[in-house]
């Protein structure tokens, strides 16, 4: 793809000046140390002087403290009560895919509950040949497998449909993460059960209070649906399913119900009051749209944000951020600096796997001007992810779901970013 933005350099000439910067630097480092001496760098300092900490000390690794500020956050007016809370993922924090299970975006309905692997049951009942309870053991003898795959809540940047709104990247969209799941595949648990013609589609239940449920239609089960009991190689956290949840790739957040409790065959969907009242997608006209399960192609750039501004001046940019899409590979993502008058390919670091989050870096050398940062994501079935204009063109404002619009960072001179939207 041909890069068109007027004053872009090529990778050669951003390294050449790179290069070319980083050797006047380094003459004027050498000069400012020769006038004052670092003392970071000629004095023994105390953490050289004796002992660190033991191996003991921490059983579980955490975090040090100097990052103590990479953590979940809520926005305390957008949910009634802590039961019933939205906790966002600090994305703009992060590098890589893989999102840490211990600052991971979660959902909850009615809490999260405390369930042990030996009181656990999963039943599979309705149009089957034999309806069958597995134990957390019985589960651990079938085959297992292995898969990454986003989460993200149908609601995630629903709080921008009627404008900019929320300051911080992970306020707006840090309503998603991205593990590494191992698990069963559903479709084998349904072929033990012996699922009967008249089935079409499965109803999924957890074990907590909120009585979520959601039906999912019996293709989508037997095709890369999950039931999993580790994320990124460790057993679920209590807020995340432990010891079992459902894994649906590609789908919204909701469907992938924690603590699961019971897989129910039936003829028709169950009409459940998550996919009735809430989690449908009320238009303009009056209706609403039903069975949006998939989640479409969607970018954000991570860093420069509001909560991760340029705090190093002119020169050398790396500008980042995080792409995916329910329909398969990110094929492509595209940056502008300008607002959308001009883009370039960002470059995808990484595979790019299906369903997963997808990372992206642009190089620039930035001269100290304002950016109107925004990128584009491009699937494998070529959706190219609108703007958010277009989007309300069709759906109007009534909605909260499936905003995969094209967001802004308004990066000012003085390297403060701001939510903004471009008329």
């Known amino acids: 793809m041909t890069d068109d933005t007027p004053n872009a350099t090529t990778r050669r000439g951003f390294l050449r000046g790179t290069a070319a910067v980083a050797g006047a630097g380094l003459a004027a480092a050498s000069a400012a140390r020769a006038a004052t001496p670092d003392p970071l760098i000629t004095e023994v300092q105390s953490y050289a002087s004796g002992f660190g900490d033991p191996v003991d000390a921490a059983p579980y690794g955490m975090p040090i403290e100097f990052e103590k500020h990479v953590v979940r956050r809520n926005v305390e007016w957008l949910t009634e009560s802590p039961v019933s809370s939205i906790n966002f993922t600090p994305i703009h924090a992060l590098e890589g895919t893989i999102t840490p299970q211990g600052c991971a975006f979660e959902r909850h309905h009615s809490g999260a509950i405390e369930m042990s692997k030996s ?164 238009m303009s006209d009056g209706q609403a749209r039903k069975w949006t399960w998939i989640m479409d192609a969607k970018s954000v750039i991570t860093s420069p944000s509001p909560q991760a501004p340029i705090r190093h001046g002119k020169g050398p940019l790396v500008i980042t951020g995080l792409a995916w899409s329910g329909n398969g590979r990110i094929e492509r993502v595209d940056v502008t600096t300008d607002g959308g008058v001009s883009w370039q390919p960002a470059r995808i670091t990484g595979d790019a796997k299906s369903k997963a989050l997808t990372r992206f870096h642009l190089d620039i050398d930035w001269d100290g001007s304002e950016l109107m940062l925004q990128s584009r994501a491009v699937d494998e079935t070529g959706y190219v992810q609108p703007t958010k204009d277009a989007l309300r063109a069709v759906r109007g404002l009534n909605t909260v779901y499936h905003n995969n619009g094209i967001q802004t960072w308004w990066v000012k001179a003085d390297g403060e970013v701001e939510n903004v939207e471009v008329a």
């Open 119 to 282: 009181d656990y049951r999963l039943m599979i009942n309705g149009l089957v040949d034999q309806p069958l309870v597995f134990t957390f053991e019985d589960l651990l003898r079938f085959p297992r497998t292995m898969t990454t795959a986003f989460l993200e809540c149908a609601a995630n940047g629903g709080m921008e449909w009627g404008g900019a709104q929320l300051e911080g990247c992970q306020f707006t969209q840090g309503m998603i993460h991205n593990m590494e799941y191992t698990g069963v595949p559903l479709r084998l648990l349904l072929e033990e059960a012996g699922v009967q013609t008249a089935g079409k589609w499965v109803y999924a239940e957890g074990h907590d209070a909120s009585s979520n449920g959601r039906s999912i239609p019996l293709e989508k089960a037997l095709d890369d649906v999950m039931v999993a009991f580790f994320a990124n190689g460790e057993a679920l956290r209590k807020e995340h399913g432990y010891p079992v949840r459902l894994v649906v790739p590609g789908w919204e957040g909701n469907m992938w119900v924690k603590w699961l409790r019971r897989i129910s065959v039936y003829d028709q969907p169950v009409d459940s009051r998550e996919e009735t009242s809430k989690y449908t997608d009320l």
